[in-house]
């Protein structure tokens, strides 16, 4: 939680994530608070009935008209869960002492939601779903429940209204796929990747030198904002130069909780890189940016056209490989074979 760590919050840790969570929305804080009180009354009162033909491992009743039920695994799922998230990550005894130790300070938010919401929204929406025992009427209540999800998730509107839909099978931004596919077509015949491919081969790449080896054989890439986390996903043949923590710092979201101060070399000759990017060469030497490329191993920029400055990268070294799917990708330090 961005702002909020456990030294400074001290037991009101769990409490100070929760009010940061929720934030300045009471209607959230309801629908929390709601959904708190009913899923308790269901796990006290045991609503959660499952017909127990064949089932000997649940406690059976019967209702008045003699058939027989069974307390389902829900129920005791329920139970499980409320115990468990009471000991542990609502516990701010324990996670005063545990987040730390587990390097967990900057994610600890999303067990609010990741453990409670995925069991509860199952439950609660079959529980609706079948409430009635008419198929049709069945069939309309899961039409608007799928609409309400559709709708009203994520309740960010921000995020509904920028949210473009993928058009091509990989679920990526299309220009992606075309962008790799160049960089690899032009990595592949480069001198470089002959030299540590040939190193690579016959080593073993679950010890450290045969990993490091092996990464020395993918092109080294800075991609910009609008494609670098969609690139993580979809091409596991690419390293990137910042790593996802620094990206984020980099455009101003500071909700991992980790800053970068002028003291961070590794963080000034990626900011430098990044900033020739985006065309910011106001202050900045041709030689500062061959140092940068050169310590963090960079080879290719992915650079909008609009944005960056072609003459100052022409200057320092840079080659244009290919202008496609509307971006610029240009190469440093690569020497081509023949």
């Known amino acids: 939680m961005e702002g909020i760590t456990v030294s400074g919050a001290g037991l009101s840790f769990v409490m100070e994530c929760f009010r940061k969570y929720v934030g300045q929305s009471w209607e959230v804080a309801v629908f929390c608070l709601a959904g708190m009180i009913v899923s308790a009354l269901i796990i006290i009162c045991s609503r959660r009935m499952m017909r127990a033909d064949?089932?000997?491992?649940?406690?059976?009743?019967?209702?008045?008209?003699?058939?027989?039920?069974?307390?389902?695994?829900?129920?005791?799922?329920?139970?499980?869960?409320?115990?468990?998230?009471?000991?542990?990550?609502?516990?701010?005894?324990?996670?005063?002492?545990?987040?730390?130790?587990?390097?967990?300070?900057?994610?600890?938010?999303r067990m609010f939601w990741a453990f409670p919401l995925i069991p509860a929204a199952a439950f609660y929406l079959t529980e609706l779903i079948f409430l009635s025992g008419k198929k049709l009427l069945r069939s309309a209540v899961f039409a608007l429940a799928a609409a309400g999800i559709i709708l009203l998730m994520p309740l960010n509107p921000g995020v509904r209204y920028h949210l473009t839909l993928p058009d091509n099978v990989y679920k990526v931004q299309g220009a992606i796929p075309v962008i790799c596919d160049a960089i690899h077509e032009d990595f592949e015949t480069s001198e470089q990747y002959s030299y540590w491919k040939e190193r690579a081969e016959g080593l073993d790449l679950n010890t450290k030198k045969g990993a490091r080896t092996y990464v020395l054989t993918l092109p080294r890439c800075v991609f910009p904002s609008e494609l670098e986390f969609q690139v993580r996903q979809y091409d596991p043949g690419v390293t990137l130069t910042f790593n996802r923590n620094m990206r984020l710092f980099y455009e101003g979201n500071t909700s991992t909780g980790i800053q970068y101060t002028s003291k961070s070399?590794?963080?000034?000759?990626?900011?430098?890189?990044?900033?020739?990017?985006?065309?910011?060469?106001?202050?900045?030497?041709?030689?500062?940016?061959?140092?940068?490329?050169?310590?963090?191993?960079?080879?290719?920029?992915?650079?909008?056209?609009?944005?960056?400055?072609?003459?100052?990268?022409?200057?320092?070294?840079?080659?244009?490989?290919?202008?496609?799917?509307?971006?610029?990708?240009?190469?440093?330090?690569?020497?081509?074979?023949?």
């Open 54 to 109: 064949g089932m000997n491992d649940v406690a059976k009743k019967t209702d008045s008209s003699g058939a027989v039920y069974g307390i389902g695994p829900v129920t005791w799922m329920n139970w499980t869960l409320l115990v468990m998230l009471a000991l542990t990550v609502y516990n701010p005894f324990l996670v005063r002492k545990l987040v730390p130790r587990l390097g967990m300070t900057t994610v600890y938010y």
């Open 265 to 338: 070399a590794a963080y000034r000759r990626r900011k430098l890189i990044l900033d020739v990017c985006r065309g910011k060469t106001e202050g900045v030497t041709t030689e500062d940016f061959q140092a940068a490329m050169k310590k963090t191993r960079t080879q290719y920029l992915i650079v909008s056209p609009s944005q960056a400055d072609p003459s100052f990268l022409k200057v320092a070294g840079c080659r244009l490989v290919s202008e496609t799917a509307g971006y610029c990708i240009y190469s440093y330090g690569i020497t081509k074979e023949g």
